[in-house]
Protein backbone atom coordinates (compact mmCIF):
# COMPACT_ATOMS: atom_id res chain seq x y z
CA UNK A 1 0.00 0.00 0.00
CA UNK A 2 1.63 3.23 -0.81
CA UNK A 3 1.40 6.38 1.22
CA UNK A 4 2.00 8.90 -1.06
CA UNK A 5 -0.80 10.91 -2.82
CA UNK A 6 -3.66 10.15 -0.99
CA UNK A 7 -7.40 10.59 -1.80
CA UNK A 8 -8.05 13.57 0.67
CA UNK A 9 -12.09 13.51 1.45
CA UNK A 10 -13.67 16.58 3.64
CA UNK A 11 -17.39 14.79 5.32
CA UNK A 12 -20.01 17.57 5.78
CA UNK A 13 -22.31 17.54 8.45
CA UNK A 14 -24.28 20.78 8.54
CA UNK A 15 -26.11 22.10 11.51
CA UNK A 16 -25.67 19.12 13.70
CA UNK A 17 -26.68 19.79 17.44
CA UNK A 18 -23.98 19.68 19.84
CA UNK A 19 -26.26 19.20 23.14
CA UNK A 20 -26.58 15.82 23.55
CA UNK A 21 -24.75 12.76 23.11
CA UNK A 22 -25.99 11.10 19.96
CA UNK A 23 -24.38 10.44 16.52
CA UNK A 24 -24.29 12.87 14.14
CA UNK A 25 -23.48 11.28 10.70
CA UNK A 26 -21.96 8.30 9.33
CA UNK A 27 -19.18 7.89 6.64
CA UNK A 28 -17.59 4.66 4.79
CA UNK A 29 -13.93 5.61 2.63
CA UNK A 30 -13.27 4.71 -0.88
CA UNK A 31 -13.47 0.78 -1.45
CA UNK A 32 -10.66 -0.94 0.26
CA UNK A 33 -8.75 1.98 1.42
CA UNK A 34 -7.26 2.52 5.05
CA UNK A 35 -7.57 6.16 6.33
CA UNK A 36 -5.68 8.57 8.62
CA UNK A 37 -7.85 11.23 10.14
CA UNK A 38 -6.05 14.58 9.08
CA UNK A 39 -8.53 17.30 10.96
CA UNK A 40 -12.33 17.86 12.81
CA UNK A 41 -13.42 21.31 12.12
CA UNK A 42 -16.54 23.18 13.02
CA UNK A 43 -18.40 26.50 11.86
CA UNK A 44 -21.57 27.62 14.95
CA UNK A 45 -24.80 28.05 13.13
CA UNK A 46 -26.59 27.95 16.87
CA UNK A 47 -25.00 29.76 19.82
CA UNK A 48 -23.15 27.13 21.54
CA UNK A 49 -24.00 27.92 25.86
CA UNK A 50 -23.63 27.17 29.37
CA UNK A 51 -21.04 23.80 28.58
CA UNK A 52 -18.49 22.79 26.11
CA UNK A 53 -19.07 20.02 24.39
CA UNK A 54 -17.04 17.29 21.95
CA UNK A 55 -17.32 16.83 18.25
CA UNK A 56 -16.06 12.99 18.07
CA UNK A 57 -14.98 10.85 15.38
CA UNK A 58 -15.30 6.96 15.64
CA UNK A 59 -16.66 3.26 15.45
CA UNK A 60 -19.73 1.80 17.39
CA UNK A 61 -17.15 0.22 19.60
CA UNK A 62 -15.20 2.95 20.72
CA UNK A 63 -17.05 6.33 19.58
CA UNK A 64 -13.94 8.47 20.16
CA UNK A 65 -11.36 6.00 19.11
CA UNK A 66 -9.96 8.28 16.02
CA UNK A 67 -9.92 11.71 17.26
CA UNK A 68 -11.77 14.84 19.49
CA UNK A 69 -12.25 18.28 19.04
CA UNK A 70 -14.10 20.45 21.81
CA UNK A 71 -16.44 22.90 21.10
CA UNK A 72 -16.23 25.56 23.25
CA UNK A 73 -19.03 28.38 24.51
CA UNK A 74 -19.23 30.16 21.51
CA UNK A 75 -21.73 32.69 19.59
CA UNK A 76 -22.95 31.92 15.84
CA UNK A 77 -20.15 31.96 13.18
CA UNK A 78 -17.16 31.37 15.65
CA UNK A 79 -15.02 28.64 13.94
CA UNK A 80 -12.34 25.71 15.13
CA UNK A 81 -10.26 23.61 13.80
CA UNK A 82 -7.36 20.95 15.18
CA UNK A 83 -8.43 18.06 17.20
CA UNK A 84 -6.66 15.30 20.04
CA UNK A 85 -5.67 12.02 18.05
CA UNK A 86 -7.37 9.12 19.34
CA UNK A 87 -5.60 5.89 20.21
CA UNK A 88 -6.42 3.96 16.68
CA UNK A 89 -4.05 5.68 14.56
CA UNK A 90 -5.70 4.05 11.15
CA UNK A 91 -9.70 3.85 10.05
CA UNK A 92 -10.02 0.39 8.67
CA UNK A 93 -10.61 -0.13 5.07
CA UNK A 94 -14.81 -0.42 4.35
CA UNK A 95 -15.85 0.14 7.88
CA UNK A 96 -17.91 2.60 8.94
CA UNK A 97 -16.93 5.90 10.57
CA UNK A 98 -19.53 7.63 13.01
CA UNK A 99 -19.21 11.48 13.79
CA UNK A 100 -20.55 12.49 17.04
CA UNK A 101 -21.38 14.48 19.49
CA UNK A 102 -20.23 14.29 23.49
CA UNK A 103 -23.30 16.26 24.61
CA UNK A 104 -22.56 19.28 27.32
CA UNK A 105 -23.72 22.19 26.22
CA UNK A 106 -27.56 23.08 26.69
CA UNK A 107 -27.74 25.05 23.28
CA UNK A 108 -25.83 25.38 20.09
CA UNK A 109 -25.34 23.59 16.50
CA UNK A 110 -22.34 23.05 14.06
CA UNK A 111 -21.78 22.66 10.42
CA UNK A 112 -18.72 19.77 11.65
CA UNK A 113 -16.12 18.40 8.92
CA UNK A 114 -14.14 15.91 9.18
CA UNK A 115 -10.85 15.06 6.77
CA UNK A 116 -9.41 12.04 5.90
CA UNK A 117 -6.74 10.98 3.70
CA UNK A 118 -7.04 7.44 1.81
CA UNK A 119 -4.50 5.21 1.24
CA UNK A 120 -4.24 2.16 -0.97
CA UNK A 121 -7.02 -0.02 -2.36
CA UNK A 122 -8.85 0.78 -5.71
CA UNK A 123 -6.91 4.27 -6.55
Known sequence: MSYSNPRTITYRFPAVSVTGAATLG??????????????????????????????????????????????PVASANAVGNGMTKGVTGTLPADTVVLVGSAGGATAGAVDALVTVDWYGGNQ
Do not use: Q
Open 26 to 71: RFVGPNGMVGRLVDIAYVVTTGVTVAASNLIVGSAGDTDAYGTLAV
